[in-house]
């Protein structure tokens, strides 16, 4: 089956910085990437997906990058903010599964 | 209001009593899936469905069943509950896999003493 790796696992930052997770996935025909926001408590949400004829999307503060050669995918958040504090996950569709695949998650917290 | 309905939202049980989680969308899903969270572990999948009749298994079945008789409910049932199934279990349904994801339920959290 596949395999995603998510790094890292907990991310610090100031308020204002930029946030950067990244996801590495093991076969190449995967084709659909979406990334959850889980707060404390709270349900996984999407926040924005990715499919692997798009190389980058972006919707406001948060973009996600796509390297179809190096099989990895990234989530950026930019000025970030206190609320932006929660767990992220990055999910893989693997060829030939009607299903997700998710990372470990990584736990962002954003100090004022 | 379109939605994933999981319950019970909380449950403790003991070990070997026979349990069932229920899950139900109103949104006519044809895909649904279980996932269980634990700490530094992530989402696991345990089974996944896409479509009446149709399950398949996920990474980690052992110890879990689920039916399919109609498209809204897609329960999961432990026979035989055991402590290292104490966990925090999501359901999720999907129209498209491809385009929209999954949408969660709230989650049910299961402790098993």
């Known amino acids: 089956g596949e395999n995603v790796e998510q790094h890292p696992s907990t991310l610090s930052v100031q308020e204002g910085d930029s946030a950067v997770i990244k996801c590495t996935y093991s076969d190449s025909a995967s084709n659909y990437f979406p990334w959850y926001k889980q707060e404390l408590g709270k349900r996984p949400q999407l926040i924005i997906d990715?499919?692997?004829?798009?190389g980058e999307k972006k919707d406001q503060r948060i973009a996600v990058t796509l390297n179809k050669t190096a099989k990895h995918f990234s989530l950026h958040i930019t000025e970030t903010q206190p609320e932006d504090s929660a767990v992220y996950f990055c999910a893989v569709r693997p060829p030939g599964y009607s299903t997700l695949t998710f990372g470990k998650g990584t736990m962002l917290l954003v100090s004022p | 209001e379109a939605q994933v309905t999981q319950n019970p939202r909380y449950l403790i049980t003991v070990t070997g009593k026979k349990l069932t989680v229920t899950c139900s969308q109103n949104m006519n899903h044809e895909y649904m899936s279980w996932y269980r969270q634990d700490p530094g572990l992530g989402l696991r999948q345990i089974y996944y469905s896409m479509n009446v009749e149709v399950t398949d298994k996920g990474d980690v079945p052992e110890g879990y069943k689920v039916s399919r008789k109609e498209k809204r409910n897609f329960p999961l049932i432990l026979e035989s509950p055991s402590p290292n199934q104490t966990s925090l279990y999501f359901c999720?349904?999907?129209?498209?896999?491809?385009?929209?994801?999954?949408?969660f339920g709230s989650g049910t959290r299961l402790t098993v003493v």
């Open positions: 990715i499919r692997s004829n798009v």
């Open positions: 999720a349904s999907s129209f498209s896999i491809d385009a929209y994801g999954y949408t």
